[in-house]
């Protein structure tokens, strides 16, 4: 029977961490580490990355790093495979890295369809495959990819970025299904609104932010270590029997449809 001691680390665990370089993902690279965890920090922008396994290894704990396009399907499965021959598995895999561009539908582009969609679903698919491959093959491992509450509820300029959040969701039932005979878990973290580098611009803007920060029935925005707690337990063996789920950190942004108190409540 797991110990309560045990039942959330990751001693032991190799996990792999995509976008790792900044926000929400160099968070979990640090709160994988502090549970124990070989911690591969991956980013297209190596020397965050590097930045963010310094980080690490100077708090004691283990990590390293390497640059990673996930838009590049080959040099996916030739680094997650390098680090799973390297350290004898690949445990689990963290995959956050997505771009939205705000604009209304109508005046989409090509060109901007294609790079969202490019990055967000394509790029999400590589490191799905590539770690699902090596998973299945070692009979064991947990994939975490990040989708949104824009894969739920939309606002004007989200449409393409919403579209992709909302493949993600179907992409990790899909390969939850899939891979589920072969021991492999997969699911996903949906935040709300977090303060990262890709939020400033609504942080800068202070009628945005605060009406971002009232959707959530906690009247704030989420910090990137809040993130980290959701992603471990669906690394660990906690959440042994949790596959093909969409874990929503949203501060109940989801939850309440308005935020009228009706009389006498």
Not at 65 to 74: E, K
Not at 116 to 126: I, R
Not at 183 to 200: D, S
């Amino acid at each position: 029977m797991m110990s309560k001691q045990s039942r959330f680390s990751l001693d032991g665990k190799n996990v792999a961490v995509v976008g790792a370089g900044s926000g929400i993902a160099a968070a979990v690279a640090g709160g994988c580490a502090d549970e124990g965890a070989r911690v591969a920090c991956l980013d297209i922008d190596g020397f965050a990355a590097e930045a963010t396994a310094r980080s690490i290894c100077d708090a004691g704990g283990d990590a390293e790093s390497d640059s990673l396009d996930i838009c590049d399907g080959a040099a996916v499965t030739a680094v997650l495979g390098g680090i799973s021959e390297r350290l004898g598995s690949l445990d689990a895999v963290v995959c956050s890295p997505s771009i939205n561009v705000r604009k209304p539908m109508l005046d989409y582009t090509d060109e901007d369809f294609d790079r969202v969609v490019g990055l967000n679903l394509k790029g999400s698919l590589h490191v799905m495959q590539s770690a699902g491959r090596l998973m299945a093959a070692q009979g064991s491992g947990s994939i975490i990819m990040f989708s949104s509450i824009r894969s739920l509820v939309v606002e004007p300029g989200q449409s393409i970025y919403a579209a992709t959040k909302a493949g993600i969701a179907q992409m990790v039932r899909t390969l939850a299904a899939e891979l589920g005979p072969s021991g492999v878990r997969v699911n996903a973290v949906a935040p709300g609104v977090v303060e990262t580098p890709l939020t400033e611009p609504i942080k800068s803007n202070q009628a945005w932010y605060s009406a971002y920060a009232a959707k959530s029935v906690l009247g704030r925005w989420a910090s990137t270590d809040e993130m980290v707690g959701p992603t471990i337990f669906l690394a660990s063996d906690a959440a042994s029997y949790v596959t093909g789920s969409v874990l929503i950190v949203d501060g109940g942004w989801t939850a309440a449809d308005g935020r009228f108190t009706p009389p006498g409540m």
